[in-house]
Nanobody
Framework: QVQLVESGGGLVQPGGSLTLSCATS????????MTWVRQAPGKGLEWVST????????KYADSVKGRFTISRDNAKNTLYLQMKSLRSEDTAVYYC????????RGQGTQVTISS
């Protein structure tokens, strides 16, 4: 079955950095567009970033553009999200997903930005 397991979240001060990972199995990762979505407290799912199967094309929400970098290692079936210059409004549960709307996603990893 499809499995997506996020890791790397934590508590970080504003301006700090984190790198999230998503280990996957049960589907053809290397052939799949992959996405990060997030859900802030009390809000709905928000699309963050998407990467094409080969990794050459990436898209970002305006709110994270220039601060976040999505990448993938198809040999390891793993998706990454490098986050820098973190802000309090980045506080959310971050999910990796195998579809752009996040319908098929993992259990998430909590990212909290606070001083």
């Amino acid at each position: 079955q499809v499995q997506l397991v996020e890791s790397g979240g934590g508590l970080v001060q504003p301006g700090g950095s984190l790198t999230l990972s998503c280990a996957t199995s049960g589907f053809a990762f290397g052939s799949n567009w992959m996405t990060w979505v997030r859900q802030a407290p009390g809000k709905g799912l928000e699309w963050v970033s998407t990467i094409t199967p080969g990794g050459k094309i990436t898209k970002y929400a305006d709110s994270v553009k220039g601060r976040f970098t999505i990448s993938r290692d198809n040999a390891k079936n793993t998706l990454y999200l490098q986050m820098k210059s973190l802000r309090s409004e980045d506080t959310a549960v971050y999910y990796c997903a195998k579809d752009p709307k996040g319908a098929t996603r993992g259990q998430g990893t909590q990212v909290t930005i606070s001083s």
